[in-house]
């Protein structure tokens, strides 16, 4: 049997995985049922049932959905443990790239969160009223992200099933760096350039956010998490690797640097997801959620802080910028 | 006020051991009118007093409460209902036995956002109405169960409802405690309360401020 399957953190992801798969098999079924026979017009024993179980199918899908947002940087830190197995590989970095499902995965499980965020945010709305409005809408939502949810675990399954433990993958510095010449940096931007436009963008998205351009606020976040990724790889990382020359997004996701990844990364797609779910809210429901609102200036705020103080305290500690 | 439509309640629905505690059931409360529901242990009384409260939702069926679809409330808003709407006198009372009576009635209040100043003076009414002023500092634990009742209205008027319903309020009573709880219903519905009382006490069949008595026998209303 393959080395991986018998990795115990891949075991428990897999069959973790598997089991939120059959709940929301489950969700699925129901929903479909649900949304043939739903008329809340009427008073019948049927449609008291389906009710009920619209409150059975909501409590499986929030379960679901706090699991699933464990379960993204429990992904990420099983790719890192795999780093052992698989040769060449020194972090997480270079088991993703082990074979071509690997990227694909990882895009797809950052955009069901989203997408899942968006259903839960919509379900809260449709608590706090009477009469259900937003019930059909809702459930053809989670019925469209089910299909997105089948997608990521069969590519789960893909993915681990076919890594090749005897062949040889690149390591981060390979990936990332530019020991073969390579410079990744978008548009040929040297890395100050990179850091003005973050810092930029940043202003960019606070100015969106406070002046209520709400449609273009949405695409200030996706600017600002484009900038943002490449900074924390080629600049902010290096502060927090402490090494100008190792440049890697997974690193970071060691003990060695004390986890401080899961938080980079965690505040960076928390500052998309709360972005994203606000604007959808606002254009298409035309409801102003204040707790979207807060956190939608407030997460980018401290993601921006807490990649400008490793530079801080780096430059505080040794006189010198890297 | 009050508006029930072919109400139905089924317990265990759908498995070998459904019962049907309320079948098809109508009838209407006009505002600060006093109903009795009268009627064995089992006739169906407690359960279409915890719809009408919102405790429960039926099988089947529509109630209006005050223009207000209870029937369909989703848990948000029947919390809600409950806190503003309707004062529930129940027959074990359902206090909080360490508490002093005083805090049992502010209990309703603590989540509505009223001045500290307002609160006392609610309590103080409230309790003054229920006749329990005497005991509010004593502990519900060293109260008889006439007193507790008392306590219990008073916690039921404490928010002001418009509706005050009453599950087998006197059942733990002796005759004069349960005289004297009557006694606090006519001053209730004085003061413009709609009241409906679910009870198997025949004190309560000749009241004369009650304006009706509706019968219930096997989850069915028999006049």
């Known amino acids: ?322 | 006020m009050i508006e029930v439509q072919g109400v139905s309640k089924t317990y265990n629905d759908g498995t070998s051991q459904a019962f049907d505690a309320l079948k098809e059931v109508s009838f209407c409360v006009k505002k600060g009118e006093m109903v009795t529901l009268l009627g064995v242990s089992g006739s169906g009384k407690s359960t279409l007093l915890s719809l009408l409260a919102g405790l429960d939702r039926p099988s089947q069926g529509k109630i209006v409460v005050d223009g207000e679809l209870i029937s369909k409330l989703p848990d948000l808003h029947a919390s809600r209902y409950r806190a503003k709407g309707v004062g529930i006198v129940f027959q074990h009372f359902n206090l909080l036995e360490s508490l002093s009576v005083e805090e049992n009635v502010m209990v309703p209040l603590i989540h509505a956002g009223i001045s500290m100043e307002t609160l006392q003076s609610r309590v103080s009414k409230s309790m003054e109405l229920a006749s329990i002023t005497h005991k509010a500092t004593q502990k519900v634990k060293a109260l008889s169960g006439g007193e507790k009742q008392r306590c219990a209205i008073a916690r039921a008027l404490v928010h002001d409802p418009a509706l005050i319903l009453c599950d087998e309020p006197t059942a733990n009573l002796d005759r004069a405690n349960s005289l004297k709880f009557i006694e606090i219903l006519q001053t209730l519905k004085g003061l413009g309360k709609t009241i409906v009382v679910a009870t198997h006490d025949p004190l309560f069949e000749n009241l004369s401020f009650v304006d009706r008595v509706i019968g219930m026998e096997s989850g069915e209303i028999v006049q």
């Not at chain 1, 399957?5 to 649900?34: A, D, I, K, N, T």
């Not at chain 1, 943002?228 to 640097?257: D, N, W």
């Open chain 1, 1 to 322: 049997m393959n080395e991986v399957l018998l990795s115990h953190e891949v075991m428990v992801y897999l069959l973790s995985e598997s089991l939120l798969y059959g709940l929301l098999l489950l969700g699925f079924l129901v929903s479909l049922r649900l949304l043939k026979l739903w008329d809340f017009e009427a008073f019948t024993t049927q449609q008291f049932r389906l009710e009920t179980q619209s409150y059975l199918l909501a409590t499986i899908l929030l379960f679901m959905i706090v699991i699933k947002l464990g379960l993204l940087p429990y992904f990420v830190y099983t790719l890192d443990t795999l780093s052992d197995i698989v040769p060449g590989a020194m972090c997480g970095a270079g088991v993703i790239k082990a074979n071509s499902y690997g990227n694909p995965l990882l895009l797809v499980k950052s955009i069901t969160l989203v997408l899942l965020g968006i259903w839960v945010t919509l379900h809260q709305l449709d608590l706090e009223k009477k009469n259900y409005p937003y019930f059909r809408i809702k459930t053809w939502f989670f019925v469209a992200i089910f299909v997105l949810l089948s997608v990521e675990y069969g590519l789960d399954i893909a993915y681990f099933t076919q890594i090749d433990i005897h062949k040889p993958v690149t390591c981060c510095s390979v990936i990332f760096g530019q020991v073969g010449g390579a410079n990744a940096l978008p548009f040929h931007l040297n890395t100050l350039q990179l850091l003005l436009l973050f810092y930029l963008s940043f202003v960019l998205l606070w100015v969106l956010i406070v002046s209520h351009k709400v449609v273009w606020s949405l695409f200030g976040v996706l600017l600002f998490a484009f900038f943002a990724y490449y900074s924390v790889v080629y600049f902010f990382g290096t502060y927090i690797y402490e090494l100008p020359t190792h440049k890697c997004p997974f690193c970071m996701l060691q003990s060695h640097y004390y986890y401080v990844g899961y938080m980079v990364w965690g505040l960076l797609l928390g500052s998309v997801f709360v972005n994203v779910n606000r604007v959808v809210m606002q254009v298409f429901f035309h409801q102003s959620v204040e707790t979207l609102q807060r956190l939608s200036w407030l997460l980018p705020l401290l993601f921006v802080l807490l990649c400008s103080l490793y530079v801080g305290v780096y430059y505080l500690k040794n006189g010198v910028f890297l």
